[in-house]
């Protein structure tokens, strides 16, 4: 049973930063991947960066140049550096991962962006 704790989430002005982390139980080095998604007000949950536990990375279009996603396996951590925030990033940002046919998500943690 692997547990995702989500944290760093909060209320932000257009053009600030913030980090996510999402700490987990297991060993993180063990995951294939590992990933962001979110989730906006009334829409559906769409995937915002990707890595491989061979540290290869993918973005959906709207974090590129924005957004980095990163892992420290020492610390079983996963990290999402967002710079440059747009009020379109509000949502509730998840991170997850699958091992085997099982998908583990955390519980998420907000991120409000003010115009």
């Known amino acids: 049973q692997v547990q995702l704790v989500e944290s760093g989430g909060g209320l932000v002005q257009a053009g600030g930063s913030l980090r996510l982390s999402c700490a987990a139980s297991?060993?993180?080095?063990?995951?294939?991947?590992m990933r962001w998604s979110r989730q906006a007000p009334g829409k559906q949950r769409e995937l915002v960066a990707t890595?491989?536990?061979?540290?290869?990375?993918n973005y959906a279009d709207s974090a590129k140049g924005r957004f980095t996603i990163s892992r420290d396996n020492a610390k079983n951590t996963l990290y999402l550096q967002m710079n440059s925030l747009k009020p379109e990033d509000t949502a509730v940002y998840y991170c997850?991962?699958?091992?085997?046919?099982?998908?583990?998500w955390g519980k998420g943690t907000l991120v409000t962006v003010s115009s």
């Open positions: 997850n991962t699958k091992i085997g046919f099982t998908d583990y």
């Open positions: 297991g060993n993180i080095f063990s995951f294939n991947y």
């Open positions: 890595i491989t536990n061979g540290g290869t990375t």
